[in-house]
């Protein structure tokens, strides 16, 4: 009795000898450098997309202060102008809602449409407004409320510049203080990035606070909600009927497609690592993490092969569909929606692959569920 | 052979092994009650949601407001009489139906654990656990063996489900869903970077996991081979507890189960440490009774543990009645001891139609449901249809006649490109919800071979 038992805990320890020796065989150099991906991310997409947009919207305010000092067509239309640079801009950060943008709720500050118009006259006439103080204002701030003040007072630029007469200023100081607000959001937001970049590149944990999962969360909550949703779904009527007046940038919505298309661009770049500016160069991303996964580095199993191609596949698709709409989204939901549908089932089919496919294959949840699972 | 199985029923055995279960599984309980309210998921998980899906049958079964509070307690005070052992026939009788039902109140929360709960329970219900080390323990008697092993039987019907599920060709020829799921611990100190990593690791957990599974239980019956299979257990669900920290409380249920199979000496060991530390002033403990349980008793218990049993054995299997592929259509997946058996995400989305304007509605998940409850409805199909079915219902109340339901879903299965899951064109609201197999699902056009 005894000696058996003295068997079984030599044999278990025998046992747990054999499996740490198991345990510590040498690490081999085919790891995936998870850090390399997220310093691309952080150092050659987000923080460059950042400072562009902020040199962007720099100019904006320089245009609006040229304005003030003189009133003419010509300036109208420089601000005019300026917007839809940094309108474009914006696009390629948007989804970045992490650390102080997720504090402040920065992107919503920034970008929920359709502008409440009642809202924002109501502003304009009152002497003390506070941004920050309800959600209510998010759609009475950023660039709607401008488009808005830009494009959508008044029917013509002859009657716009009525309104920003030097007699009744109301108009002007609300859209500089809209300026104001969105220059300071975005130096906090900035300087966020500058200060814990570092920090964030370590995290290379997998856990709901470290830096990868939350940024394929993002990616994804954009691409199906600030893409798919906002830009096509809602306008087109896929939930219930029918909003033109829903498109982004409504006043002036014939950059509506632009704008659509550069979100998408932004989520393509994202995806597969591609620097911000002009070099283009393709870094580390998502697309490399998955292709690194990928079951034909481990055998010839069939059973989830270049999914990497596939969702660049279903980007490509998208893209095509979308440069086949007018460049006036309500315009086109009001002509022909169908072609507007057709490209909101294409975005449609990557949220899918990205949603269940690729947080699947790369064991992040969506987003995080406190909870027991077996 | 009848003669052989009297003997058997007549055969006695001494009190500890039942006295120790007694008192870890009514600690074990109250320590899951605490860390469940402490993670605040009384409320995130009963309170918070407008909506919960039920299990066939019991729709009636549901969270009480502010008064779920008030089963927790009954739950919690009932685990703490069953521990010290007072009033042990109704505070286990109590612990049995408070702790079922929080477990049927929503669907979502399925656990195996959860039900291995309800079934210990319930078999201790018709145990003599108290009669030693307890508040209501009067004279020392012997217990009948067959009431020790009632627990361990039990014990052994989990793990050979537990293997036989995991022979399949996902799991031991693809090494799916270890594969996804270790590849994704990368954080994980030490072997994270490295052993999980590699190609022949989630091959080796895999066949380790099913080979434990299979063969654990007879290396606890056998005596020469005990203390080893212990130390598997041990190590075994330890290690499950680091690589998948969701998995709760099941490794440590798991682990403390396991004692019962070891000889009443060591019980008596471990309920004497109990009592040094506790200071306890127990009877004298060393002269067992002869305790004659009236074979009346046994007309009534019979039966029912007869009934309990056979149920045990035939309710897991119940999936091969059913058409199509387990993993995907989970038709009998649910209290058949499947544990960390697939990895499955889906995106399901719905769109209620009112047939007599041709308005229709698509549904945002998020005003009806919380994140937790979405994410497992979208791959359930007997979820999307109780839904479905709550959708149409709604709409209806907001004015909706002749109402349809729709579903637009896509699941993937162990890292399966996603597939369509559900016909899309098929009109989920007229689709009875019962236990019938469920035509609407599109067949999984891979196939898994598997044993079960």
């Given amino acids: 009795m005894i000696n058996n038992r003295f068997y079984s805990l030599i044999f278990s320890f ?9 345990n510590s065989t040498p690490a081999s150099s085919d790891n995936y450098d998870r850090k390399e991906l997220l310093s691309n991310l952080v150092n050659n997409i987000i923080i460059p997309a950042h400072q562009n947009f902020n040199n962007q919207l720099q100019l904006f305010e320089s245009t ?3 304005f003030n000092d003189d009133r003419s067509i010509s300036n109208l239309e420089m601000i005019q102008d300026q917007f839809i640079v940094t309108y474009r801009a914006w696009q390629y950060i948007e989804m970045f809602n992490i650390g102080y943008a997720e504090e402040i709720y920065y992107a919503s500050k920034m970008n929920i449409y359709p502008a409440n118009t009642t809202r924002i006259l109501e502003n304009i006439n009152s002497d003390n407004v506070d941004l920050d ?15 808005y003040l830009l494009f959508g007072v008044a029917e013509n630029n002859i009657q716009i510049l009525d309104i920003y007469s030097i007699d009744n200023n109301s108009t002007f100081t609300y859209l500089n ?16 990035w500058d200060t814990n970049r570092q920090d964030f590149i370590n995290s290379t944990g997998n856990t709901s606070s470290s830096s990868l999962n939350m940024l394929a969360n993002d990616f994804v909550y954009y691409y199906e909600k600030g893409l798919r949703a906002n830009k096509i779904g809602i306008p087109a009527g896929v939930w219930s009927g029918e909003i033109p007046q829903n498109v982004e940038a409504y006043y002036k919505s014939d950059i509506s ?3 659509a298309i550069e979100g998408l661009q932004a989520c393509i770049n994202f995806f597969k690592g591609i620097h911000f500016g002009e070099s283009q160069i393709n870094g580390e991303g998502l697309y490399d993490y998955l292709a690194y996964l990928d079951d034909t580095n481990y055998s010839d199993s069939s059973m989830f092969i270049g999914l990497q191609d596939d969702i660049l596949d279903s980007f490509d698709n998208s893209m095509i569909k979308l440069e086949q709409l007018n460049n006036n989204f309500a315009l086109q939901i009001e002509t022909d929606n169908i072609k507007m549908l057709e490209a909101y089932d294409s975005i449609q089919q990557g949220v899918v692959r990205l949603k269940t496919n690729m947080l699947s294959i790369l064991g992040i949840s969506v987003d995080y569920y406190d909870a027991d699972g077996d | 052979m009848i003669d052989k199985l009297l003997d058997y029923f007549k055969k006695e055995s001494l009190p500890y092994p039942l006295a120790l279960y007694r008192i870890g599984f009514g600690i074990l309980v109250m320590f899951s009650l605490s860390r469940f309210a402490l993670n605040g998921w009384i409320e995130s998980l009963y309170l918070e949601p407008d909506f919960h899906f039920s299990y066939y049958g019991f729709s009636w079964v549901k969270p009480i407001g502010i008064y779920t509070y008030f089963i927790f ?3 919690f005070t009932s685990a703490l009489f069953v521990t010290i052992g007072y009033k042990y026939r109704y505070a286990i009788i109590l612990l049995f139906l408070s702790f079922t039902y929080i477990e049927l109140m929503d669907k979502t929360t399925y656990l195996n654990h959860y039900y291995l709960i309800s079934c210990i329970s319930f078999l201790m219900i018709f145990l003599p656990c108290a009669s030693f080390f307890a508040l209501d323990s009067k004279k020392n008697i012997k217990i009948p063996q067959w009431t020790i092993d009632s627990l361990k039987f039990l014990i052994i019907i989990v793990y050979i489900y537990a293997g036989l599920a995991k022979i399949n060709s996902d799991w031991l020829l693809h090494a799916q869903p270890l594969k996804i799921w270790l590849r994704a611990k990368y954080s994980i100190p030490i072997i994270g970077e490295t052993l999980l990593q590699k190609e022949f690791s989630y091959y080796l957990f895999s066949w380790g996991g099913m080979i434990y599974d299979c063969i654990i239980p007879f290396l606890l019956l056998y005596k020469r081979t005990r203390y080893f299979a212990f130390f598997m257990v041990i190590a075994f669900h330890i290690m499950t507890r680091i690589l998948f920290p969701p998995i709760g409380m099941f490794p440590y249920i798991m682990i403390f189960s396991c004692i019962i199979f070891f000889d009443s000496g060591i019980h008596k060991k ?12 127990v009877k004298n403990d060393q002269k067992f009774n002869s305790d004659s349980i009236s074979f009346k008793k046994y007309r009534f218990i019979a039966p029912i543990l007869s009934l309990f049993f ?3 054995i035939i309710s897991p299997a119940r999936s091969i009645f059913y058409p199509g592929e387990l993993f995907w259509t989970e038709q009998g997946y649910r209290f058949s001891w499947r544990v960390m058996l697939i990895e499955k995400a889906g995106y399901t989305t719905f769109k209620v139609v009112d047939n007599s304007s041709n308005k229709f509605q698509v549904i945002d998940n998020m005003e009806f449901l919380t994140p937790f409850q979405e994410k497992q409805m979208s791959f359930q199909p007997d979820m999307i249809l109780e839904y479905a079915h709550y959708l149409g219902a709604t709409f209806e109340k907001r004015g909706f006649k002749d109402v349809s339901v729709y579903a637009d879903s896509y699941v993937t299965l162990n890292g399966r490109p996603s597939k369509r899951f559900i016909d899309p064109k098929v009109d989920l609201y007229k689709q009875k919800n019962d236990l019938m197999h469920k035509k609407w699902i599109i067949p999984m056009k891979d196939d898994i071979k598997s044993l079960l």
Avoid: H, W
Wanted: glycine content about 4%; hydrophobic content about 50%; charged content about 20%.
């Fill in chain 1, 14 to 22: 025998i046992f747990l000898f054999s499996c740490s020796e198991d």
């Fill in chain 1, 64 to 66: 609006v202060n040229s």
């Fill in chain 1, 133 to 147: 103080g309800n959600s209510n204002q998010f759609s009475a701030q950023g660039f709607p409320a401008i488009d």
């Fill in chain 1, 177 to 192: 203080l809209l300026v104001s607000k969105m220059i300071e959001n975005t130096d906090a937001v900035i300087d966020y």
């Fill in chain 1, 257 to 259: 497609k632009i704008l």
């Fill in chain 2, 73 to 75: 307690l009954i739950c």
């Fill in chain 2, 270 to 281: 471990i309920l004497d440490f109990i009592r040094s530390i506790l200071k306890l002033r």
């Fill in chain 2, 310 to 312: 056979i149920l045990q």
